[in-house]
C-alpha cells in the first residue's frame, strides 16, 4: 500500500533470457491467435502455420534497418493477405498485449523532421517537434492505413495530440485508456477496469469475444520478445560488438512490426551478437536519457566520437523492458505490469527517477549521461535540475542536448565534441 | 486606452474581493503562527472541500502565481528558477512556484506575506505535466510528509463509475492521511455541509455569468478575479456570501440597463488563461464598444455538487474541472464554446495562444474552425503567455486585434 515512488523499481534484468519458444511454438501461438483456436496442442511438426512468412523461412531474415524500413509493406501485407488490422498507438503504456490478443497489430507511430510546418494548422509551434512531427505525416495522409488508434495518457502535448488527431484525421475506431499513477490494490482494480473498457472497445472493432487464452499467448510473445531484447542490452553491456543504432531498430521494429515477426530477427540477433566477438573496450559508456529519439545520425555521431550507448533512458528501449507478465489473471497481469514498469518521466515522481537513473548507472557501469531532450518537453525539462544534481553527487558527468525537431544542428555536434572533450580530460 | 496595465475595475464587490484575498493569505499565516498544519495543494480538485470541513487551511500555489504576476515579483521568481536550471520554456505558474519556493520564500515584502512554508504536501500524478511536475520540485525541497495520490485524465464524456470509485477510495486514503498529520477528525456531516457550499457557489457562479446574456452585458472579462473565491474558498460561507452579492450587484445592473460601457456594439468571446500581469488588456476592447462577455476558463465551475453523496460529489469535482477547459476533452470543450456563442450572443472570439499552458491551447485552430465553419463567427490568435510579460508583444496584439476589430465593426 506505499505509493508508485517508493517501490522496488523495475530495473533493467542483467540476466541471461530465459528459455525460448522455438520458431514453430511461436507460429502456432499466433496461428491459434488468430483463427481463434483456443487450444495450444499442436506445438509439434509444421501445423497450420504455413503463410507466416517470418516463420517459413530458414534464410538469415532482414537487418532490424531494412525490417524497419519495410515495415509498411510488412502490415500492408498482414492486412491484405491475412485480414488483420492494424491500430496505431501513440505512447508506449498502450497495452500492446491486449490489441494483439485479437488479432490486431499494434503500431506505434511517430513522424519524421520532414514539412513539419503543415502541422502548423492544428499545432502550435510551442508544442514538442515528436508531437508536431507525427500530425505532419498523419496530414500527409501517411498513416491512413490505420484501422485506428488507442492512446493512454502520459503528457499534456500527447494527449492534446490524440485529440486533434481524432477530430481532423476522424480514425475509424478510437480510445484512450486513463492508467493511475500509484501502483496500490486500488489501482490496479482501477486500471484493470480501463483495460475492460479498452477490451469493450476492441471488441466492437473486431467483433470478436475477448479471450483470455488469446490474451495469455499474446503475453508470452511479447515476455519473449522483452527477454530477448533485455539479453541484448547484456550481450552490448558485456562488451560484444553491436552499434547502438543496431539496438535502436531493434527497438523501433519491436514497435511497429507483428510481434511474431519482430522475433525471428531478434533471435538472430542474440544469437549474433556473441559471434561478433567483443569491442576493444575504452570508450565512455554511456547512458542516454530523454523522450522519443528518432535521429539516427546523431546517435551515430556520439558512437563515432567515441561513446559507447550501453543504456537508455528513453520511450523506446530499457524501461519498456520490465519483467515477464506473469501467465495468470491475464487481465490484472497486463495492469500490474504497466504500473509496475519503470516510469517515464510524464509518470515518475523524482525519488523513481533517480533511482532508475543510478541503479542503471550501476549495473551498465555507465561513464557518462547525455540528455538528449525535445523543446518544449515539459516532463524532461522539469525532470532534468533534480537528474543532474543527482548525478553530479554521484560524481557522474552530465551534458544537455536539446533537439528543435530539425535534425541535430551544428550547436548541438559542438556540445556532443565538448562533453568528450571534457570526458577525456578527465 | 492604453490597454496596458491593470484593469479597471467596476463592480463594487471588488472591494469585498480585495479583503477576502487578503483574508484568505492572513489565514494561512494565522494557522502557520498557531500551530496549524498548513498543506500545499494542487488546483481544482475537490480536496478543498474536505479540508475546510477538517479545519485545516489550503494553499494553493497555483494561485499565488497569478498574484505574484499581478504585482510583478513573478520577474524574480523565474530569475530564480532559471539560476537554478529549470528551463525557460516551462510553464510560468512551474517557474514562478519552484523559484519562490525554493529561493524566494524567506524574502521579504512578498505579496500578501507570501505563501507559509508548508507542513505537508498533496502530490498528484497528472493534472497537468508542469503541476505534476511543480509539486515533486517541492516534495524534494520540503523535507515534509508527502500525501500522493491520482487524478486520471479523463475525457468528461467518458467518466465511468470506476473512475469516481477510484477517486473516492483515493479520498478515503487521504482522509486517514489528514487525520494523522493534523490530528482532527473527519466528520462526513460537516463534508456534506461544505459540499453544500460549493454545488451553492457553483449555482451562484452559473446565475452570475447567466446575467452577461443581457445585453449590454454586466460586467466583462476584466471582473475575472472573482474567481479567487472558486478557487479558495470553495466549501465555505465566504464564497456564497460573496457570490449572493455579486449576483445581487450585476442582477441589479442588469435590471437597470447599466452596462460595462455604455454603447455596447460588440460581444466577444475569450479564449485560454488571462495576462495576469496585464489584465486591463480586457478594456482594450472598448474604443470600439465591445466587451469580453464570455470565457473558457470561468466555465471550469459549472458543475453541480451533491451533499448527499459528498465523497463522490468531490471525486468528481477532482475528475472534471480540469478537462472541462483543456485539451482532455477536447470535444467539451468545443460543445461548450459553441453553446457560448449561441448563449451570450458572441460576435468574435479571441484566441489567446498560451505559450504557458499547452494543455489549453491544443485545439485552438480545430475551435477556431468550428466557430468559423459552424457558426460564422470570426476569430483571431494572438501569441501570449498568462504568467510571462516577456512573452507577450503589445504591438503584435495591437496589430492584429484592431484589424480584427475593424472587421468585426463592418459586419455589425
Not at chain 1, 53 to 79: D, M, N, T
Not at chain 1, 125 to 151: K, N, S, T, W
Not at chain 1, 202 to 214: A, I, K, V, Y
Not at chain 2, 342 to 348: A, L, P, Q, R, V
Request: overall charge negative; aromatic content about 10%; glycine content about 8%.
Amino acid at each position: 500500500m506505499s505509493p508508485r515512488g517508493e517501490d522496488a523499481l523495475i530495473i533493467p534484468a542483467l540476466e541471461p533470457a530465459g528459455p525460448r519458444r522455438s520458431r514453430q511454438e511461436r507460429a502456432v501461438i499466433v496461428t491459434d491467435l488468430l483463427s481463434g483456436t483456443i487450444c495450444l496442442s499442436t506445438r509439434e511438426g509444421p501445423g497450420p502455420w504455413k503463410g507466416f512468412k517470418a516463420f517459413e523461412q530458414e534464410s538469415p531474415v532482414a537487418s532490424f534497418p531494412e525490417l524497419y524500413e519495410g515495415h509498411a509493406g510488412i502490415l500492408e501485407r498482414e492486412r491484405g493477405e491475412h485480414g488483420r488490422k492494424c491500430v496505431g498507438t501513440l505512447c508506449s503504456y498502450v497495452p500492446v498485449e491486449l490489441i494483439h490478443s485479437f488479432g490486431v497489430i499494434p503500431v506505434r507511430i511517430w513522424g519524421r523532421p520532414e514539412n513539419v510546418d503543415i502541422s502548423d494548422a492544428l499545432l502550435q509551434p510551442f508544442i514538442c517537434p515528436p508531437v508536431r512531427q507525427l500530425m505532419a505525416l498523419g496530414m500527409e495522409g501517411r498513416y491512413e492505413f490505420l484501422d485506428g488508434i488507442v492512446h493512454c495518457y502520459t503528457c499534456d502535448a500527447t494527449c492534446g495530440l490524440y485529440n486533434i488527431w481524432v477530430r481532423n484525421l476522424k480514425p475509424g475506431f478510437s480510445h484512450m485508456v486513463s492508467l493511475p499513477y500509484v501502483d496500490i490494490d486500488e489501482a490496479r482494480a482501477y486500471a484493470v477496469a480501463e483495460l475492460e473498457a479498452l477490451v469493450d472497445a476492441l471488441e466492437s472493432l473486431t467483433r470478436q469475444g475477448f479471450s483470455p487464452e488469446s490474451l495469455g499467448r499474446s503475453i508470452a510473445l511479447y515476455n519473449e520478445a522483452r527477454s530477448l531484447s533485455r539479453e541484448v542490452y547484456r550481450l552490448k553491456a558485456g562488451g560484444f560488438r553491436a552499434d547502438y543504432l543496431d539496438i535502436h531498430y531493434m527497438n523501433l521494429c519491436a514497435q511497429v512490426l507483428p510481434v511474431e515477426t519482430f522475433l525471428p530477427r531478434l533471435e538472430e540477433f542474440v544469437e549474433e551478437l556473441p559471434r561478433r566477438g567483443r569491442g576493444s573496450g575504452g570508450r565512455a559508456r554511456l547512458l542516454l536519457s530523454g523522450s522519443v529519439i528518432n535521429d539516427d545520425s546523431l546517435l551515430a555521431f556520439i558512437e563515432q566520437r567515441g561513446g559507447e550507448i550501453v543504456a537508455d533512458d528513453t520511450c523506446l528501449g530499457l524501461r519498456l523492458l520490465g519483467d515477464a507478465i506473469p501467465d495468470r489473471e491475464p487481465l490484472e497481469s497486463v495492469a500490474s505490469y504497466y504500473l509496475g514498469r519503470t516510469p517515464c518521466a510524464s509518470r515518475a515522481d523524482f525519488p523513481s527517477r533517480k533511482r532508475y537513473i543510478l541503479e542503471t548507472v550501476g549495473a551498465f557501469e555507465v561513464d557518462a549521461v547525455i540528455f538528449v531532450h525535445q523543446k518544449f518537453c515539459d516532463a524532461h525539462l522539469s525532470d532534468h535540475p533534480f537528474l543532474k544534481r543527482v548525478l553530479d553527487d554521484a560524481g557522474i558527468p552530465s551534458t544537455r542536448l536539446e533537439l528543435e525537431g530539425v535534425g541535430f544542428d551544428g550547436q548541438v555536434r559542438t556540445r556532443i565534441e565538448s562533453f568528450f572533450e571534457m570526458l577525456e580530460a578527465r | 486606452m492604453s490597454g496596458e496595465g491593470r484593469t479597471t475595475k467596476r463592480l463594487k464587490a471588488n472591494a469585498a474581493l480585495r479583503q477576502i484575498i487578503e483574508d484568505f493569505y492572513a489565514d494561512a499565516h494565522r494557522a502557520k503562527a498557531e500551530g496549524r498544519p498548513v498543506g500545499w495543494i494542487p488546483p481544482m480538485n475537490g480536496l478543498i472541500e474536505l479540508f475546510y470541513s477538517m479545519d485545516i487551511h489550503p494553499v494553493f500555489p497555483e494561485n499565488w502565481a497569478p498574484i505574484c504576476a499581478a504585482i510583478g515579483t513573478s520577474v524574480e521568481n523565474f530569475a530564480r528558477a532559471e539560476s537554478r536550471g529549470y528551463s525557460t520554456d516551462l510553464c510560468g505558474y512551474f517557474r514562478n512556484n519552484v523559484g519562490y519556493a525554493l529561493d524566494g520564500i524567506d524574502e521579504e515584502n512578498q505579496p500578501l506575506g507570501g505563501m507559509p512554508a508548508p507542513d505537508f504536501l498533496i502530490s498528484f500524478g497528472a493534472g497537468c505535466v508542469p503541476t505534476m511536475k511543480t509539486f515533486q520540485v517541492l516534495c524534494d525541497h520540503f523535507d515534509v510528509p508527502v500525501f500522493r495520490a491520482d487524478l486520471p485524465q479523463v475525457a468528461i464524456e467518458d467518466i465511468r463509475e470506476h473512475h469516481i470509485r477510484y477517486g473516492v477510495t483515493q479520498i478515503k486514503r487521504l482522509i486517514g492521511f489528514l487525520e494523522e498529520i493534523t490530528g482532527n477528525r473527519f466528520d462526513i456531516d460537516r463534508l456534506s455541509r461544505a459540499v453544500a457550499y460549493t454545488d451553492e457557489a457553483c449555482r451562484l457562479w452559473d446565475a452570475i455569468m447567466d446575467t452577461r446574456r443581457a445585453r449590454p452585458a454586466p460586467f466583462s472579462a476584466a471582473e475575472i478575479g472573482i474567481m479567487f473565491v472558486m478557487v479558495t474558498r470553495h466549501g465555505t460561507r465566504v464564497a456564497v456570501d460573496f457570490l449572493r452579492e455579486v449576483l445581487e450587484e450585476v442582477t441589479g445592473k442588469v435590471d437597470r440597463g447599466e452596462g460595462v460601457i455604455p454603447n455596447e456594439r460588440i460581444r466577444l468571446f475569450w479564449d485560454n488563461i488571462p495576462l495576469w500581469y496585464n489584465m486591463r488588456l480586457f478594456n482594450y476592447f472598448e474604443k470600439w464598444d465591445a466587451v469580453v462577455v464570455a470565457e473558457t476558463y470561468t466555465s471550469a465551475w459549472t458543475m453541480r455538487m451533491d451533499p448527499d453523496r459528498p465523497l463522490e460529489s468531490i471525486a468528481y469535482k477532482s475528475l472534471t474541472s480540469y478537462p472541462m477547459v483543456s485539451c482532455v476533452s477536447l470535444n467539451k470543450r468545443v460543445e461548450l464554446i459553441k453553446r457560448a456563442v449561441s448563449d451570450y450572443g458572441i460576435d468574435g472570439a479571441i484566441l489567446h495562444s498560451n505559450r504557458s499552458c499547452k494543455p489549453i491551447s491544443m485545439g485552438q485552430m480545430d475551435i477556431q474552425r468550428v466557430l468559423l465553419e459552424e457558426l460564422s463567427v470570426p476569430s483571431v490568435m494572438f501569441d501570449g503567455d498568462h504568467m510571462d510579460a516577456s512573452r507577450f508583444s503589445m504591438a503584435q496584439f495591437q496589430a492584429r486585434i484592431d484589424a480584427f476589430m475593424e472587421m468585426l465593426l463592418q459586419r455589425a
